[in-house]
């Protein structure tokens, strides 16, 4: 990169953007050449506005304004800072736009019911798993990625829903070996969008992993009850076992055998006992006996997002930056 451009990542960086985020926004057209143009240095501030979420007319001066600032709904604030929240907010909007660009509208309202959804899904499958959300998901039109580069050098968002014209686009920024938690935040996710939690706002940002969180935020409480139902088939499931004590392949076990006479993924009842009991480091030892070829949950995210993704209605560039996105590249 030229001077100009060095100053102009600069701006960028101080701005609170992540450089693996300008990395993945760098247009692929860009060349020296192209930089020795007006025009061209033009365009590439525009590309960059357009992807980061950026308003291009303070950026052609080298200064960083983000089009989203205030409008996002965040849970579980902490110590992120307004320009962190501002970072966050229009990055994600910016790509939630993108990707229900690409991603056919079935032209239905969205107002099902967890019972519903879950009984929609164990028609075709022994419970609710990631697998069968994620498949949910798209073929009610709302697209889901995990994103491998974020906007700030720390992820500070374990996830978030874009909304657009009553349409809706989940940006997961968690990741695990196991499915089940993943899983969770997805639902949790989910109990937002179907129960309305964004109201007029653009985008509403979990901070925090709301299984753990303990906040006091009545909508919160609903998303959790939403996943519940949607994963268990209760809002408050009652895990009962007949020892007091157990290590975790004692557990892993127990959960096999009984997940699918329940019809509920192993792993999620698994961290259900964890829950009700407050036996996290057994229930998570647990998995590994559950899941015995454990590899990283975005792959199976963005595999399926690979595939429903309408790569035809982006151009080339748009196609390029959402795959550097989905990649980590």
């Not at 930089?35 to 240095?41: A, C, M, Q, V």
């Not at 320009?83 to 907010?89: D, F, P, V």
Request: hydrophobic letters at 45%; charged letters at 25%.
């Amino acid at each position: 990169m030229a001077t100009d451009n060095e100053k102009l990542v600069d701006k960028l960086r101080e701005a609170g953007i992540s450089r693996a985020a300008i990395e993945a926004a760098w247009p692929t057209w860009w060349t020296e050449e192209i930089n020795e143009s007006p025009s061209g240095r033009a365009e590439l501030r525009f590309a960059l506005a357009r992807r980061l979420g950026l308003d291009p007319k303070p950026l052609l001066g080298e200064r960083v304004e983000f089009v989203w600032n205030d409008e996002a709904r965040f849970k579980h604030l902490s110590t992120e800072d307004a320009a962190e929240r501002s970072a966050l907010t229009s990055y994600g909007i910016s790509l939630g736009r993108l990707l229900l660009h690409a991603t056919p509208d079935p032209g239905e309202a969205l107002n099902a019911t967890p019972e519903e959804l879950r009984e929609a899904i164990l028609a075709g499958a022994p419970y609710v798993d990631l697998r069968s959300l994620l498949t949910t998901c798209w073929a009610l039109g709302i697209p889901v990625i995990h994103l491998r580069v974020f906007p700030l050098e720390t992820k500070a968002m374990h996830a978030m829903v874009v909304a657009v014209d009553g349409r809706f686009a989940i940006l997961l920024g968690r990741d695990a070996s196991y499915p089940a938690p993943v899983a969770f935040t997805l639902a949790h996710e989910l109990g937002h969008i179907f129960r309305r939690h964004l109201g007029d706002a653009p985008a509403l940002i979990d901070l925090k992993d709301p299984a753990t969180a303990q906040d006091g935020d009545e909508q919160e409480d609903e998303a959790d009850a939403y996943a519940l139902t949607l994963l268990t088939g209760s809002p408050k499931p009652d895990i009962e076992t007949n020892v007091d004590k157990f290590n975790a392949p004692s557990l892993a076990s127990a959960v096999l055998n009984a997940g699918p006479l329940y019809n509920i993924e192993p792993g999620t009842l698994a961290l259900c006992l964890a829950f009700q009991r407050e036996a996290w480091p057994i229930a998570n030892a647990a998995l590994r006996f559950i899941y015995t070829e454990p590899k990283p949950v975005w792959r199976e995210v963005n595999g399926i997002a690979e595939s429903e993704i309408g790569w035809d209605q982006l151009s080339d560039e748009a196609a390029q930056y959402l795959r550097n996105v989905m990649t980590g590249r």
